[in-house]
């Protein structure tokens, strides 16, 4: 018990110590997923946070490239603090200014005491963060492009040059860098003409530089949004400036790289990701951020598109810094690195194939033997089984059978393989066999359904089918798998059951018969003595004798008739026929009728429609004895009451889409609702010398036996005995 003890304990430890370490970033962008700065940021931080599974990053972008204005971010303030009013960040990560200034602005509102890091930061000022109070709680990565090397670097490759061209736009980075040239353009006036276009529409853009001379150059910096308004993706602008210049195109980001730049000094998105994630990493582990120096000398790289390099014949061979050069075919490798890489890659992917086949080859062998073994055991299975089984193909003939099956119809497996119904069955089974087989192969549903089978020694015998559809392995049905559930031990013990509660009502049956004789008895009493006195008189006429016997005739033939109805009750139904309800009625009504009536109790059947003997399917001699019973279960309770009070039996036949309906009501007295849901339970009586399965014997011939439904209620001082039973059913 105690290691038990010591083990939760562990698992608790351990299960809180991973939960608190668990860190929540979160990382805001100023722009929208999509541009690929804000993309390769994402990538540059994601790539370092990896390899730490406790660090869960959200990102949220502002999306300010397309919509700006003091009221959006107000609104954006609020809409975050919905959001995260729950959640608890360890750090929070800003891309870029506008995302700078937003966590400026309402650090304390959103985010108090959460530290701050920052990168992508165009003409980032200390001063700010002392301003707003937020010095203690913020460090980060500045965005700075180097414009005067980039100047350095265009002149030293284009010696020649008489123009240098600079299209930007009136962004809030654009209007920094507007800033910043200014003291960069006077210096190298004495050099080179300098040409700044940001009033431009994109047409008219276009045909400027379309007409530009042949020595001048262009420094691509930004272009979202034209004089006219019009709206580019980060690579869209560049991409039309591109297709109709003929001259060397500069850029000061990497990701302008492979899209029409010759290349430059340019700013790198991901050593900005990568370098604010390694600060990152730092405050997570524990340090203050009030430790981590803000890295103000961007980590800007010369990069260069060979491809452009080519093109304009541009050699960089002056430049003394470290550069990479992107697109170079330096070596045969180089040169043919996609064409080696798939011939690798094939001879690699075919050693994979042969040996994948082989090891496949081996495992099917394997599968194979396995499926042999397996299929052995199946078939040693389900000769076992004791249910008779068969299966068929979707043609209806039969595939195969178990031994179960083979010995019940006293043939051999192999024989019945290519059988149909017909060769099993009578016709009228076998018909209805093939309608459920089809319907099952169309819904794809199992299905439950009973049939009795007489066989040649005169032995007959009640099965449950309980059929389903199979699928082949292309996933369409192959066909019908059937097990057939031998229930003539219950069905005998059902009958011998309900017979026995025929035999419980022996006692009011006699006293019925009694009923029902007596009044032919008196007056075959009466027709014997008149005779006698009339040939005591000598007044016997031979019209007489006539008169005589054709009267005692009617009463020993109704006497005789009383004792065929005794006989049909006792005598079981074998099989399910379409019956009428009123002649069932009329049927009991015969047996005890009398007694009903000298018990002072009015039966009251009323029809739905008097011109409909309400046929439904079922048993017809148990469905009477159900009746029998209601009635005289009716009648033993009305008559503990005084004879003096007139009671009624009132019952009321009536039918829906499916059912008729019986609803038999008297009005003795409610049954105690204590007990009023045992009364069908075998056994369970409040007579003193009741059997107890007369009313569960009702409700099996009901539900079971005809599949219908039956239920008692109370209605204040009456109860209402229900039966639904199926319609009739058309018989093939």
Known sequence: MKKLLLLYFLIF???????????????????????????????????????????????????????????????????????????????????????????????????????????????????????????????????????????????????????????????????????????IIEKYKDEFNVEYIDQLDMETLKKKVKDLNKDDVLLFVLLFKDKAGKNFTYKEGLKQVKAISNNPIYGLWDFYLNYGIVGGLVTSATAQGNSVANMALQVLNGKDIKEIPILEKSPNRYIFDYNELKRFDISLNKINEKYTVLNEPSSFYKKYTKLIVIVFSIIFVLTIMVISMRANIQRRKKLENDLSNRLKFEKVLLDTLPNAIYYKNKDGKFIGSNLAFAKLFNITKQEVIGKTAFDFFPKDIAIKNIEIDEKIQKSQETDTSEIVLHFANLQMKYFILNKAPYENINGEVGGIVCIMDDIT?????????????????????????????????????????????????????????????????????????????????????????????????????????????????????????????????????????????????????ISEKSLEDKCKIIVNVYTNNNYTIIELIDDAGGIDEKIIHSIFDPYFTTKKDGTGIGLYMAKVIIEDKMRGQMFVKNDENKVIFTIKIPKMEKVL
């Open 489 to 637: 031990e219950r069905v005998q013990q059902k009958q011998f059951l309900i017979q026995q509660t025929k035999l419980a009502e022996m006692g009011d049956m006699v006293a019925a018969i009694a009923h029902q004789w007596n009044e032919p008895l008196v007056e075959l009493s009466a027709l014997v003595q008149d005779i006698q006195t009339s040939h005591m008189l000598e007044e016997l006429q031979t019209h007489d004798v006539e008169s005589f016997v054709k009267d005692s005739m009617v009463q020993i033939q109704y006497m005789s008739q009383t004792l065929s109805d005794f006989r049909n009750f006792l005598k079981p139904s074998t099989k399910k026929t379409n019956f009428s309800v009123k002649q069932s009625f009329e049927d009991i009504l015969e047996i005890v009728g009398k007694q009903l009536f000298y018990l002072n109790i009015n039966i009251e059947i009323n029809y739905q429609e008097n011109n409909n003997d309400f046929l439904v399917y079922g048993y017809k001699n148990e469905f009477k004895q159900v009746l029998l019973n209601l009635v005289n279960n009716a009648k033993n309770k």
């Open 13 to 183: 430890v351990t299960f809180s110590f991973a939960t608190d370490n668990n860190k929540e970033v979160l990382l805001l962008h100023s722009y929208h997923k999509g541009y690929k700065w804000s993309d390769d940021i994402s990538k540059g931080i994601e790539d370092k946070f990896i390899s730490h599974g406790n660090i869960e990053l959200t990102t949220r972008y502002m999306d300010t490239k397309r919509v700006v204005g003091g009221i959006y971010l107000n609104e954006l303030a609020e809409l975050y603090k919905k959001q995260f009013e729950n959640r608890k960040f360890d750090l929070i990560i800003v891309s870029d200014n506008n995302a700078f200034e937003f966590i400026v602005k309402y650090h304390d509102y959103l985010f108090p005491n959460t530290p701050v890091l920052f990168c992508g930061i165009n003409n980032f000022d200390k001063a700010l963060l002392d301003e707003n109070n937020i010095k203690e709680y913020m460090s980060g990565v500045v965005e700075q492009v180097d414009l005067e090397n980039n100047f350095k670097l265009i002149h030293e490759l284009h010696p020649k040059m008489k123009n240098l061209v600079i299209i930007n736009d009136k962004s809030k980075t654009g209007y920094a860098i507007k800033r910043d040239l200014r003291p």
